[in-house]
T-cell receptor, first 113, second 114 residues
């Protein structure tokens, strides 16, 4: 089965450090999402892309978060500088804009101390 | 704005019992899509079903069934003869249009005890 691959699976970093999370969407999928999961907020959308162009990043704290798709096989989510409140599981998902469900990656569990 | 409510935070059942997970949504869209995802203890999100708002037929897949009622804005999920492996958090989600964002409910933690 095709999979969405996220790296790293786990990341522990100190406050103030830069964090980069990577996602390899399923080949051919033209829509890519970044979601964040926390106990308090649940699953919330950070950003998403269609054909590599950003469609909505209103869920992201703009001053510290950035999301890009340098090419069709790679999506990145960067936090600089990281803060303890950024501790969460970050999921990438991909799919077709024309329908069916989205496939989620296994997530990156980020801990900022 | 869309909103999805899963009022049941936690449900605990004994194996072989039937269990229904409730999902109620709010939307101004005339057409939309509804989803269910499963998140087992390993943490990944597993797609279960996508339903178009035009299609109100109930769907059955093995032990899983879904009851979509547009009149009450509900999209409930029933597991028949539950098994321990069904223990997970289940999320209901709404989508405005094909290819757009998913708005998730809070999730229901289902525990199936042997």
């Amino acid at each position: 089965d095709a999979r969405v691959t996220q790296t790293p699976r786990h990341k522990v970093t100190e406050m103030g450090q830069e964090v980069t999370m990577r996602c390899q969407p399923i080949l051919g999928h033209n829509t890519v999402f970044w979601y964040r999961q926390t106990m308090m907020q649940g699953l919330e959308l950070l950003a998403y892309f269609r054909n590599r162009a950003p469609l909505d990043d209103s869920g992201m704290p703009k001053d510290r978060f950035s999301a890009e798709m340098p090419d069709a096989t790679l999506a990145t989510l960067k936090i600089q500088p990281s803060e303890p409140r950024d501790s969460a599981v970050y999921f990438c998902a991909s799919g077709f804009s024309t329908g069916t469900g989205y496939t989620f990656g296994s997530g990156t569990r980020l801990t900022v101390v | 704005a869309q909103k999805v409510t899963q009022a049941q935070t936690e449900i605990s059942v004994v194996e072989k019992e039937d269990v229904t997970l409730d999902c109620v949504y709010e939307t101004r869209d005339t057409t939309y899509y509804l989803f269910w995802y499963k998140q087992p203890p390993s943490g990944e999100l597993v797609f279960l079903i996508r339903r178009n708002s035009f299609d109100e037929q109930n769907e059955i897949s093995g032990r899983y069934s879904w009851n979509f009622q547009k009149s009450t804005s509900s999209f409930n999920f029933t597991i028949t003869a539950s098994q321990v492996v069904d223990s997970a958090v289940y999320f209901c989600a709404h989508q405005e249009t094909s290819g757009s964002r998913l708005t998730f409910g809070e999730g229901t933690q289902l525990t199936v005890n042997p």
